[in-house]
């Protein structure tokens, strides 16, 4: 059983990244033209998803290793010196290694976050637009960081700083959202309790089957309401993104910017 749950949440990992690679450019269509099409977006941009989900599964392997590399090392070195079968005789060496070890794992941790982020801010459009490789949006993104150190670092840092506060933002209204919605759900479930009492009703398969649907019906609508709540947020970031890569990037420019044509000379 636990084999085959590996399996599946393997299976639905890869599936839901398949999905996620060509929705990332439905978003970015839907932002450009302030219009959203799934359908036609599917159907015209399965091609650049594709792309971008075996960069993803490539990068995500990549990153699983250097992660394993960076823990399982020095553990295996602590292990094969005898650290673990007497820890108070190396307890010293232990706490150093320890945090020098998280040092370096959070520091990993963020480098490839940044990664991950930039590919989707940076090097989708481009792909978007000119139909590349992620790799070939990578080589020009790197001589673009290189000319422009101090322009992406502030908005890798600005990202941060607003993504705390969206996070703190949304936590509150998701909060007061979820106490709207379990005021009814509650007074629903106590009445439907007292009910099925006063009716004689007791708890057999059948009313267990009946409250078990309820609650998944309840739950989806509080999913709902928390998803369709925070669909500002999903698409301000990547709009955020595609405006400050458009004053670096001149075919995105062209695209949000049109040149109005110009007037036509009167003899």
């Not at 959070?106 to 590919?119: G, H, K, N, Q």
């Not at 992406?152 to 703190?168: E, F, N, Q, S, T």
């Not at 709009?239 to 075919?251: H, L």
Request: hydrophobic share 65%.
């Amino acid at each position: 059983m636990v084999a085959a749950l590996i399996v599946i949440g393997l299976v639905l990992a890869v599936l839901f990244t398949y999905i996620g690679s060509v929705m990332r450019f439905i978003l970015f269509d839907s932002i450009i033209a302030k219009e959203c099409h799934i359908r036609k977006g599917w159907a015209r941009r399965k091609g650049p998803g594709l792309r971008l989900f075996w960069w993803q599964i490539v990068f995500g392997l990549a990153s699983f290793a250097a992660l394993l590399i960076v823990i399982g090392i020095p553990v295996a070195c602590a292990w094969a010196g005898g650290w673990f079968a007497h820890p108070r005789d190396h307890i010293p060496g232990l706490v150093l290694s320890g945090i020098i070890l998280l040092i370096v794992f959070l520091s990993l941790v963020v480098f490839l976050a940044v990664i991950r982020v930039m590919t989707k801010d940076f090097v989708v459009p481009q792909m978007a637009l000119e139909d590349i490789s992620a790799i070939e949006g990578w080589r020009r993104l790197w001589l673009w960081l290189k000319a422009d150190k101090g322009g992406y670092a502030g908005y890798i840092g600005m990202k941060i700083v607003l993504a705390i506060g969206a996070a703190i933002l949304m936590f509150i209204v998701d909060l007061i959202a979820m106490l709207v919605l379990l005021i009814p759900f509650g007074g629903f479930g106590v009445a439907a309790v007292l009910g099925g009492k006063a009716a004689g009703w007791t708890w057999n398969f059948y009313t267990i089957a009946l409250a078990v649907v309820l609650g998944c019906v309840a739950l989806a609508i509080l999913i709902f309401v928390l998803a369709l709540i925070s669909v500002p947020v999903i698409v301000f970031f990547p709009a955020y993104s595609i405006y400050f890569f458009a004053q670096r990037y001149p075919p995105l420019a062209a695209l949000l910017w049109p040149q109005s044509p110009a007037p036509a000379a009167t003899g």
